[in-house]
């Protein structure tokens, strides 16, 4: 699944026919909600070829790292929500997931992390945050009942 810009007037801002969002646990500390946003961003930016754009170069010719392409919603929920989302996202094969429980605040690498994930079946896991991408209309209707995080 690659990200396409749909738009049918070119003087509007793009339109993406896919949607990203995370959804964090409404108990998170800001340091948390921090954290688990930018882990689970790691993994959407990875999911899929064409997600990430172009390198930036500021008037001095100094080059930065591309950043994704497109916009993402960032939402807050309580748990059940949560799992509730996630086994819709999990159910569907146009959807890219990310998950982090809450162990993994304890953890400190990739392979204890993976390994944190791995001891808890899915219905289980104790999630504080998820990210998906996937078609904008699915995405909607799998984050029902979220709303915008302040």
């Not at 800001?30 to 689970?40: H, I, K």
């Not at 997600?51 to 993402?72: F, N, S």
């Not at 400190?108 to 896991?125: H, K, M, T």
């Amino acid at each position: 699944m690659t990200a396409q810009l749909t738009s049918d007037d070119p003087a509007t801002s793009p339109r993406f026919d896919t949607k990203v969002v995370v959804v964090l646990n409404e108990d998170l500390e800001p340091w948390q909600e921090l954290n688990v946003t930018a882990f689970l961003m790691s993994g959407i930016a990875t999911s899929s070829p064409g997600l990430v754009g172009e390198a930036y170069r500021d008037g001095d010719d100094t080059e930065y790292l591309p950043m994704l392409r497109q916009p993402v919603m960032v939402m807050s929920a309580d748990s059940g929500l949560l799992a509730k989302a996630r086994g819709k996202a999990a159910a569907r094969d146009d959807v890219s997931l990310a998950v982090y429980t809450r162990e993994l605040f304890g953890t400190g690498n990739d392979e204890a992390n993976r390994a944190a994930v791995a001891a808890v079946r899915a219905d289980d896991l104790d999630l504080v945050g998820i990210a998906l991408r996937g078609p904008r209309n699915a995405v909607d209707r799998i984050v029902k009942g979220a709303r915008f995080h302040d």
